[in-house]
């Protein structure tokens, strides 16, 4: 049934799942059945989706993103406060953003979600001037996000892997000062501070059990230096949803935190990318409500 809609396509051509030019045939084939006006364009880089996006909110209904979480991240961005709706089909290694939202990871089966799914408002994060969408973080989530977008060749989970247990000897645990909400906290022998607006990284790594991104809070995931003998199983936690039972893991929920590292600057990583400047003092927050997605017609978010 057409939907009387607008939908644009923008492509990153290197996230490497399939060629662009079959991509962009069988999207065109596929979605001109049901759209009045369908486009397809690629981008080369992340600031060139967003001028894209941005000069796309007059002409489309919905600013649909090929790619990975990065990619998203950069269409998403121009869309917080709009009327306009993203659309998402998969394109990278962890696809976070994607599973949260029970998007299928195959693109051609996302296709139908463009078609047949409905729309929903979702919370949006903000660390510092920069929106995110599913996690943030400082520590060593950032070092592993550096190291991934700046060394590697390889895409998939097994570099995150390696880059996670390099980076566990490399960098040092560290000492923070949060104000959050009302409430003042310190804490010592950090390894990972994130804040989840949505349960999983990605890959099926579950970081904030309690997440939700439609109860107009983001959560607080504290992870502290744990050895790799006995922690490590616990980092098993991770992938069965149980790591809030880990003894070195600490939870919260807030809407506005202050975080200065007592320790020097640190790493930072926004959906899975590295967050580029490095500073001891990040500002977090929850923009309630702020973006609509199309997601599958079943999903519940909670």
């Known amino acids: 049934m057409p939907r009387n809609e607008r939908i644009l396509i923008i492509l990153n051509p290197s996230s490497g799942v399939v060629s662009k030019d079959i991509a962009a045939s069988v999207i065109f084939q596929k979605l001109r059945r049901h759209f009045d006006t369908v486009s397809i364009i690629n981008s080369n880089s992340p600031a060139h989706g967003s001028e894209i996006t941005r000069q796309a909110l007059p002409h489309f ?61 979702v919370d949006v994060g903000k660390l510092n001037d920069r929106f995110f969408f599913n996690v943030a973080g400082v520590g060593l989530d950032g070092l592993i996000a550096k190291k991934f977008n700046l060394q590697s060749r390889y895409r998939g989970i097994m570099p ?29 022998e950090i390894l990972i501070v994130a804040f989840a607006n949505f349960k999983q990284y990605g890959g099926k790594a579950v970081i904030a059990p309690f997440a939700s991104p439609v109860d107009n809070h983001l959560d607080l995931c504290i992870l502290q230096k744990f050895s790799l003998l006995g922690g490590g199983l616990n980092v098993q936690r991770l992938f069965t949803g149980n790591i809030h039972k880990a003894p070195f893991y600490r939870g919260f929920k807030f809407q506005r935190l202050v975080i200065e590292s007592l320790s020097g600057v640190l790493p930072s990583t926004i959906d899975g990318e590295y967050g580029g400047e490095e500073l001891s003092r990040y500002t977090v927050e929850t923009l309630p409500s702020k973006i609509r997605i199309r997601v599958p017609a079943d999903c519940r978010l909670s």
């Open 160 to 188: 995150y892997v390696y880059y996670g247990l390099k980076g566990y000897f490399e960098m040092p645990s560290f000492r923070v000062r949060i104000r959050m909400d009302d409430r003042e906290y310190i804490d010592d």
């Open 61 to 121: 209904d919905i600013i649909t993103a090929f790619g990975g979480d990065g990619t998203i991240n950069s269409i998403a961005g121009s869309l917080v406060g709009t009327d306009k709706t993203l659309g998402i089909l998969p394109g990278g290694s962890g696809n976070g953003l994607v599973r949260n939202l029970g998007i299928p990871l195959s693109w051609r089966k996302a296709l139908d979600t463009l078609v047949q799914g409905t729309d929903t408002l």
